[in-house]
Each structure stands twice: as C-alpha cells, then as structure tokens.
C-alpha cells in the first residue's frame, strides 16, 4: 500500500489531509501519516488574539489525534530533522518533556510520496540581539508565554501603581504587527473591567516599519490609511522609515541612531522558510523556501511536494493523480506554503 506523509498540519497540510483521506484512506487505497511539532492546531493568523488572551485555546484548537482517527489517517509527533531519499524515510527527533527527560526517542517514518508544509517562521534578517531578546509568534507556545507575560506585567502595575510604564514595541507593521498593537490596548480594557486597577497612561506601544507606511503589502491607500487612522486613535506610537539595527534586553537600537526604550518586544517583520529546510538537499531560495514546479513538486525529488491549497473546482482533478497507480503526484494548485 502507498504510503503518503504530510509534514505540517497547519491550513494547507489540513485541507489536503482531508480531501486525499476521503479518497484514500477511508478506501483503503493508502496509508496516511500526519506528522506535526505540536499536539493540536491553531490557525496561524490567530495567534496575536490568542496572545493577547481574546482566543480561546481549548475551544479553538483542533487535536491532530482526534482528528485522525475520525478521518481515517494516522498522526506522528515530531520535528523533522532529515530526510533519506534513497531508501524514503524521514527522522523525527526524540521528545523530551519541559524538564528534559525522553519520551520518546528519535523515529523514522517510511514514505512513497511526502508533502511538507511546515510553515514559515519569523525573519530576524539577522539582526543581532532579535532571537535572544523578543518574543515572536509562530507557534502556539509562543503565543501563550506572550499572553503570561503581559498579564504578569499587568498585575505587577495593578498592584503597584509605581511599578512604571509598560513600554512595548512591535517590530513589523504588516498583518500581524498591526493586530497584536490594537489587540494590546484592548487588553487593557478587557483586564479593567475584571477589577484590574490599570492606569490609563500605563500602556505604550510603539509600532515600527521599515516601509513608509503600515500594511505596505496593501495597495488602496483607503485601506492601509484607515488602519493607520485607528491605529493612532488607539494612541499606538506609529514610526515608519525605521529600521532595527540591533535589540538589547532593554529595547533597540535604530539605523538612525534612535534607542527605543522596552519591557516587551514583539518581532513581527516578514518570515522565511524555517531552518531545517535548508538541510534536506532539497533546492532552497535565499528566503529557504522550497523551490517547486507549478505542480508543487520539488525542483531536486519527484516524489516530494509542497503543500497546498486546491481551490474547490480544481480539486477533483488534482486528486485524480494521486499515487493509486505508483505515479508522481500532479497538484494543479495556485498557491504554495512552504
């Protein structure tokens, strides 16, 4: 029987899952492994609502074991550290619990055909001082220690008024950066109306931009100037044309010699491919993305894909060469995650 893997179950990995379990796994036809770094999943453009404590964990995550039992495929935890191409097998690291013992030691999972879609993850464009001091959002832990985090912060102000300002600065004013700084002030009143006493002036947020404007990935300016306007409503100190040039554990530096004093910092400027990709000897661009025809097959192993979203009217033909008959998989696809 075939045997397809797909590394990732974020929203391309899922959707895939779902449609080649239908038609494989529930018939038999293949033997389907999801293998994942987390236990469950949260949609990834959620996590700023998630750190801010307006999501819910529990009742948004959906649990990759529950998930494959009721559909007909199986589920292996793990972070990809390799790939055998000659004898198709992928290595799993070992699991260790947050003291450091061994759950589990490291595995292999055999393949016919695998898919990875592990994401992306956070751009420090190696800037010294981001990895070791600020805080990102690519995972789901990340998330929740960035929620303890400012309700520690919050407590401390509450019960000692003298405590000082929490400064905060958000590097990246795209999607995530400008969410997470309106979603900080609304916090602070959601945490008021618990009984926190939190002074109105406690809270400032700096934003800042390398481009000249917020949401650059925008192009009517009636939608990125709107998102400014509210922005400042909300009293999010907003610094475009500014560039990091180096953080400290007390805030960063800029490339026009700006110190910007913080408690908190929160990277959120462009992502790339995450490191392991680059060690698989699969073709990588500078951004260590997978490098796919416009089958999403890769460049370097006719049976390794990336993950994809197959639109609802090309789906049936793209599922339609799937390996039943020990032939490369041909996604007519039109978006790439890699």
Request: aromatic share 6%; net charge negative.
């Amino acid at each position: 029987m075939t045997n397809i893997v797909v590394i990732g179950g974020g929203a391309g990995g899922m959707e895939l899952l779902g449609k080649i379990s239908k038609k494989l796994g529930k018939r038999g036809k293949a033997n389907i492994t999801l293998v994942d770094i987390s236990s469950h999943h949260i949609w990834k453009p959620l996590l700023h609502e998630l750190a801010a404590g307006s999501l819910d964990e529990g009742i948004n995550a959906v649990d990759y074991r529950v998930q494959a039992a009721q559909n007909s495929y199986n589920f292996e935890q793990g972070a990809l550290t390799g790939i055998d191409r000659e004898n198709r097998n992928i290595t799993l690291a070992a699991m260790k619990d947050l003291q450091g013992n061994e759950i589990l030691p490291a595995r292999h999972v055999d393949y016919d055909y695998l898919v990875i879609g592990i994401g992306a993850i956070t751009n420090d464009f190696a800037i010294p001082g981001v990895r070791e001091h600020c805080d990102f959002l690519d995972l789901t832990e990340q998330a929740m220690n960035i929620r303890q985090k400012i309700l520690n912060r919050f407590l401390q102000h509450a019960k000692n008024p003298e405590h000082g300002h929490f400064d905060i600065t958000i590097v990246g004013a795209g999607a995530t950066g400008t969410e997470m700084a309106a979603e900080m002030h609304h916090i602070a009143d959601t945490l008021r109306g618990y009984g926190y006493e939190i002074a109105e002036d406690l809270l400032r947020v700096n934003l800042i931009e390398a481009a000249d404007r917020v949401m650059p990935g925008l192009k009517k300016e009636c939608l990125y100037g709107a998102v400014d306007k509210q922005l400042r409503a909300l009293g999010v100190n907003i610094m475009t044309n500014t560039s990091v040039t180096q953080v400290t554990p007390e805030g960063m530096y800029t490339k026009e010699g700006l110190f910007i004093k913080s408690d908190m910092m929160i990277w959120a400027a462009g992502v790339k491919g995450p490191d392991v990709l680059g060690t698989l000897g699969l073709e990588v661009n500078k951004m260590n993305q997978l490098m796919v025809f416009a089958n999403c097959r890769t460049t370097t192993d006719e049976r390794i894909f990336s993950s994809v979203t197959v639109p609802p009217a090309h789906s049936r033909m793209a599922l339609s060469r799937l390996p039943e008959a020990r032939q490369p998989v041909r996604w007519h696809c039109w978006s790439v995650t890699t």
